[in-house]
């Protein structure tokens, strides 16, 4: 069974940080791709930053520059680092995995990015 969890939101004031954390049930490698999307209010959830086994790491246009995925084997977690925070950056942020030709989703954790 896969399973993600999301950690490390909360409210920042824009130019500031946050690194988000997903947990995943298994080794990172099992994943043919896991990635980092976002939901605004009123919005479609859209990419942010993905990991495709045997490619190449692709962000956002909006994110380039700001925001870094990484991925940890020996703790089987994918980070997002966030820096340099703007208020558009608003949205609960979602970590997603391919497993097996099935797409898994993790509950979300909430940004707010606000003076």
């Known amino acids: 069974q896969v399973q993600l969890a999301e950690s490390g939101g909360g409210l920042v004031q824009p130019g500031g940080s946050l690194r988000l954390s997903c947990a995943a049930s298994?080794?990172?490698?099992?994943?043919?791709?896991i990635a980092w999307y976002r939901q605004a209010p009123g919005k479609q959830r859209e990419l942010v930053a993905i990991?495709?086994?045997?490619?190449?790491?692709r962000y956002a246009d909006s994110v380039k520059g700001r925001f870094t995925i990484s991925g940890d084997n020996a703790k089987n977690t994918v980070d997002l680092q966030m820096n340099s925070l703007k208020p558009d950056d608003t949205a609960v942020y979602y970590c997603?995995?391919?497993?097996?030709?099935?797409?898994?989703w993790g509950q979300g954790t909430q940004v707010t990015v606000a003076s």
């Open positions: 990991i495709r086994k045997g490619s190449s790491i």
């Open positions: 997603s995995a391919r497993y097996l030709d099935r797409i898994y």
């Open positions: 298994k080794n990172i490698d099992s994943y043919n791709v």
